[in-house]
Structure formats: structure tokens, C-alpha cells
């Protein structure tokens, strides 16, 4: 099973919004799809899910095109930050519409994942919070047979406990079913254990394909008290800083080992640190 | 100048959203209003603005009910999650609209935000990505003449540069012209700094009102390595855990001063851990 995106471009009114994306999607994956706002990620996992159009460029499953093929298209799911289902609709309609729409439905995990977050199943879609419109597309995009599953902004609007729920949920179904997960998201360092590999896209462009571990080897957070860690890190390529309670955390591109003093602590990079540093914008600072 | 809410109360198809909520809003603070999903923020900032009429209770200003009264209801400005712009209409366009609507408009700051956000003004509302709704709907919330400003989930969809841009502009803007405002989130540690007064709202009730101050030093964050850590907490009420870089941070609360060995950090309670346990509900961990 491969799922290929070869040099898709997509302009808005002469406007370009993806220059010439290419992805190799592996098997049984999770990636983390960053990128500034209007990076250009919602027009690309639209495309790969066949809701838009490119401009020019193929998205292929197992070597055959995504476009006209309704059967190819259900093995892919997108759950979207746009409210496609109709208001008043209620939320176990919602689940078996979806049902009969993809062939199947994991009504267990489903049934099990209304009660965990506490979701009213008889509601009508309009009358869900915004935290709860993200539950319940949750729900569908991890009940779906699908084998690519692509969230985009999954945890928009949901609370500390719900995202700490989700993360937990998302590791529990990929090891009971394995299959590629795409997630596309701002809050960074909260999903950086769950991801296996970066794609970091700019300004229309994938600028960066790596993996979390080799992200994180890249370079090295320092921590210790602000004298230590200031004094330590002189001269080195510091691309950010953290607090946390009275400690400090510098965050360094680079970083040659070396003695460590005492007091000062090394670890792998951050990786929220990471990404605002290489998709930093002229004038920003 | 005085805005209060008086025994609120609100359901929809007999299930109480709000129980019997009361708040005095202070002149020129900043509120930060916390709340599980389905709490009924929304709600509660929907009846305050006059969107929504409540079952029983008032709003006043100034000791005047603001139901029905146009003129001081333009002295409050909810921005919310609802996307109430027509689909097609542009950011200039929408900018014109609010000046006549409210009779009064900052052109100066927002020019100035849409060139720092990098938000196109010609482009129609359907056109924005999620992250640029949230932007434009920030920078009308920001430039209204209004005397109490509602920010409900402020930073949906903005990536880690722009919110950090949001929070500055937030508090160059109150030190420019101070007035309430009142944000909604669920990013409660990137707001902390910014919030004076803490609203928690659980299960349709405020359970809580205090100062950011008051609850940082109702506990304490123990920092260190692991080990050293967990022997010097042992005993206390720990409420959560969390790690950076090499080290761990405990969070305790009712923390009682005592030596300090050394490798270790105490300072003020993290507020998010804190949030999380004073509304956790059962059968959650």
C-alpha cells in the first residue's frame, strides 16, 4: 500500500498557495504536518482527499490515480475544520450516515469514545460547542475503515483534559489497528511523542521531511538557573527560550557535546522551538 | 463605570447550561475565563452581550439592564467562534461595516495589525483559513470603541509566532487605551501572564473568582531532576506533573515553605495543572 502526492501546485487567483508539493506516505505512520498559518496545509490535505482540485500534479494510491475513483477515495477520511454535516442533523445520525457513506463503522470505539469525553449523542450538530464539533469529528475520523486518516486542527478548542484524552485515544486505536495518521496542528510540543515524522510546509513548500528523533538530535535543549545556562550556552547558535518554574530553558541548533557543568542539564531539542526558528518570517523577531 | 451580572440562569430542552452565575467585571482588568468543555463559557459570554436572552437573572451597565438598550449594548463587544460575517463579504469591507455599526473604529491599529498579521484585506471571509478568521476577528475586537471587550477562544487556529504576536498586541493595546477584557481559553499557560483575574466556570456555576497572584501562591511548582523530586514532594499534595529538558516540575498544592536542598526549585503553582484538578470530573485521571 503507498499513497504518493507528486508535484501538486494549486494557485488562488494567480495567487499561488502550493508551489510543487511532494510526499512519499508511508505505511502505519503518524505524521505531524506543520505549518504557519497559511502555510498552504488545509488546500493540500483537501487535494490529497479529493474535495479540491490541483492545478496540476497526482495524488496515487497504490499507483493508481485518487481522481474519479470513489472506492480509492473511501480508503482515505479527512476530518476538516469545516462543518460539513447539516445543523440540525444529531449526532448518531451523523455516525451512521457515515456508516453507510464508507462501507463500516467501529461502532465500539465510537460508542466507548461518546462516553469517555462525554458527548450527547441525541444533540443536533449545531447545538455542540466548538470543542464538542472537534469531539465528535474525532470520533468519526477514528471509526471510519479508512487506511490514511488525515486530521486537520484536530483539538481545536478542546480543553486540557480532552486533549490529553485524545493523544491517549489516538496511541490506543493505532496500536489496535494500525494505519497512517496525518496530523496537522499548532500545539506543537503537546503531540511531539505521539509523531514519527515532521513534514514542516512553508510558503507553499515542503521544506522539511524528518523524523521527530532526528529533529530533536539536530540540536539541544539546555536547562538550569538563568546565570548557568546564559553563561554556559555564550557563543552557541541559541534559537530560543523557555521558563519554567525558576529554571530556564535554552534552546540551541548545533550543539557540539561536550563537559557538562554542574547544574546544567542537556537534552534532545524542543521541537516548538524548532519550527518557529525555520519558519520565522522577515521582520519578525 | 460597573458591569454586572446578576443570578444568571439558562437551559436548553431542560438541561441547565447556566446554573446561577453572578460576576462583578472591574474597570480596566483583565479576565481570564476558564471552563471544562461544555462548561457554558460560551454560553454565559453570549447572554452577557445580549446574543442570547437568559431564563432569568440580568446584565446591567452602569446599574441599566442592557436588554434592549442599543446604545449600551455597542459598549460591549463579544468576539466569538460563530463566523457571523456574510461568506463573501471582504476584510476592508468587514472593517467598514463595524465602524458604522459601532460608530467608531482604530483604522490606525488596525492597519497596523493587518500588515504585523500578514492578513490580505482584500480577500472575502470564505477565503480565510481558520487560523486568519480568528486574526481578522481579533483585530475588529481590538479596534471597536467598546468599554468591555468578550475575546471567546481568541487564538483558534493561530500558529505558535502569531499568537505570541497576539498576546503582545494584547497588552500594548489595554496599556494604550485600558478597558475589561475578557478571554476565553483553553492555552491557559500562554495567557497567565497576561490575566489579573481568574473566572472558572464548572457545570454552568463559577467556582471560582480570584486573582492570578492568589492562585499561583495557593501551591507551589517543585523543579529539579526526577529523583531529587519525587523524594522531596513526597508527603505533599501533588496535582500534577510535568517535564522540559532533563527535568521534572511537581505541582503541589497547599505547599507549606521549608529548606530548600539544593537542586531543587520552588516557585509560584503552575495554573493549568491547577485548573485541570479543580474541575476534573469522575472517572477521569
Redesign the interface.
Known sequence: MSLTVENIQKS?RKQAVLKDVSIDFKEETIYGLL????AGK?TLLNIISARIFADSGSVRLDSQRLIGNEVLQNRLFLMS?DNLYPKSMKVNKIFKLTEAFYGGFDWELANHLTQAF?LNPKLAFK?L????RS?LKLIVALSVPADYIFLD?PI????????D?FYRTLIQTYSDRPRTIVIST???EEIANIIEEFIIVDNGQVIEQKSGEAIKQSGA???G?QALVASFTEGMDVIGK?G????V?YYVRDYQAQVIPE?I???PL?L?AY??QV???EG?A
Open positions: 488562488y505549518g504557519r498559518n497559511g488545509s475544520e462525554n447545538k460547542s466548538t470543542g464538542y469531539i486542527e481545536l478548542g478542546l480543553d486540557a483534559s480532552h486533549r484524552l499548532h500545539l506543537i535543549t539546555i536547562s538557573s523557555d519554567l518554574g525558576g529554571l530553558s547544574g542539564s542537556v537534552s524542543n516548538q519550527f518557529v519558519t520565522q518570517r519578525e
